[in-house]
């Protein structure tokens, strides 16, 4: 499946949306997005139609629990059985985020921050390499949001990610909402955070929303995305020139599918419009 395939704005492909999606054939997204740990191994009325509707639409695979930081040696039989999953829905490229999952063999169920070490960058690009060489696709990376650094740090996070996917030599999965909520909690302007990053290497777009508890902002990825978080995406774009796949996460307060499925329409007409301003520059 090429890889020009994947554009416009698609949808996480969540459990209680599978029956209905199973059912559209003219739905009008673009692509979907599963985790593969929701489907690998699994079994049931619920795998069958995930499996239906992965075999009959393009689709793009995001990992949860890999802990590319950690320290846990990889399980084989699941990166057995992964490879041949990458390879039956034919994703051109599979993303895992930039963190620690597990501990000793123990699975946190949270995205964990490294740290800002050059220990952590050697470390981080070790394992990704050594990720990526047993992997049947490229391997994205995606950075994520933190409430609070681990440890001293010896560079920002701007430079951290940069060390990391330079050095990895991956791609990079850009959750442009989790570079807007670190930006609102340690103060800093996500515009020209992401002038610094090497924009070269982003592949794809996440875009989610997220909400405020007090004076901290949580990813939630249970709201509507906000305005400016659109606007940061339409930004994104076109410093990018170029389109890539935009993903809607919603993993909590799942809406019905007709609500998700409008807004997903709201942000194709952003994205739309990016492109043709895009279009319009290099006019």
Same mark, same amino acid.
Not at 153 to 168: I, N, Q, R, Y
Not at 221 to 246: F, K, N, S
Not at 264 to 270: D, E, T, W, Y
């Given at each position: 499946?090429?890889?020009?395939?994947?554009?416009?704005?698609?949808?996480?492909?969540?459990?209680?949306?599978?029956?209905?999606?199973?059912?559209?054939?003219?739905?009008?997204?673009?692509?979907?997005?599963?985790?593969?740990?929701?489907?690998?191994?699994?079994?049931?009325?619920?795998?069958?139609?995930?499996?239906?509707?992965?075999?009959?639409?393009?689709?793009?695979?995001?990992?949860?629990?890999?802990?590319?930081?950690?320290?846990?040696?990889?399980?084989?039989?699941?990166?057995?059985?992964?490879?041949?999953?990458?390879?039956?829905?034919?994703?051109?490229?599979?993303?895992?985020?930039?963190?620690?999952?597990?501990?000793?063999?123990?699975?946190?169920?949270?995205?964990?921050?490294?740290?800002?070490?050059?220990?952590?960058?050697?470390?981080?690009?070790?394992? !990704?390499?050594?990720?990526? $060489?047993?992997?049947?696709?490229?391997?994205? %990376?995606?950075?994520? @949001?933190?409430? /609070? #650094?681990?440890?001293?740090?010896?560079?920002?996070?701007?430079?951290?990610?940069?060390?990391?996917?330079?050095?990895?030599?991956?791609?990079?999965?850009?959750?442009?909402?989790?570079?807007?909520?670190?930006?609102?909690?340690?103060?800093?302007?996500?515009?020209?955070?992401?002038?610094?990053?090497?924009?070269?290497?982003? !592949?794809?777009?996440?875009? $989610?929303?997220?909400?405020?508890?007090?004076? %901290?902002?949580?990813? @939630?990825?249970? /709201? #509507?995305?906000?305005?400016?978080?659109?606007?940061?995406?339409?930004?994104?774009?076109?410093?990018?020139?170029?389109?890539?796949?935009?993903?809607?996460?919603?993993?909590?307060?799942?809406?019905?599918?007709?609500?998700?499925?409008?807004?997903?329409?709201?942000?194709?007409?952003?994205?739309?419009?990016?492109?043709?301003?895009?279009?319009?520059?290099? $006019?």
């Amino acid at each position: 499946m090429a890889q020009d395939r994947f554009t416009g704005v698609g949808l996480g492909l969540r459990r209680p949306h599978l029956e209905a999606v199973a059912r559209m054939e003219a739905h009008g997204v673009p692509f979907w997005e599963t985790c593969p740990e929701n489907v690998v191994g699994d079994g049931g009325r619920h795998h069958r139609l995930a499996c239906a509707i992965l075999d009959r639409d393009p689709v793009l695979t995001h990992g949860l629990s890999m802990s590319v930081g950690g320290f846990d040696v990889w399980d084989e039989v699941y990166l057995r059985d992964l490879g041949d999953f990458l390879v039956r829905t034919g994703t051109p490229w599979h993303s895992e985020h930039l963190c620690f999952t597990s501990v000793d063999a123990t699975c946190l169920h949270e995205l964990l921050p490294l740290p800002f070490t050059r220990e952590s960058v050697r470390h981080t690009v070790a394992r !990704a390499r050594d990720l990526q $060489a047993r992997l049947p696709v490229p391997l994205l %990376l995606e950075n994520i @949001t933190y409430y /609070a #650094e681990l440890g001293a740090a010896e560079m920002d996070e701007a430079d951290f990610v940069t060390a990391v996917l330079e050095g990895a030599d991956t791609g990079w999965l850009l959750d442009v909402n989790n570079v807007y909520v670190n930006a609102l909690n340690f103060g800093f302007d996500p515009k020209a955070w992401l002038a610094r990053m090497p924009l070269d290497r982003v !592949a794809q777009i996440h875009i $989610a929303g997220h909400k405020k508890f007090g004076e %901290l902002t949580v990813d @939630t990825h249970g /709201a #509507e995305v906000i305005d400016p978080v659109i606007e940061l995406m339409q930004w994104t774009l076109a410093r990018l020139g170029r389109p890539v796949p935009v993903l809607l996460e919603r993993d909590n307060h799942i809406p019905d599918l007709e609500l998700l499925l409008a807004e997903r329409s709201r942000l194709q007409r952003a994205y739309d419009a990016a492109l043709m301003t895009m279009g319009a520059r290099h $006019a």
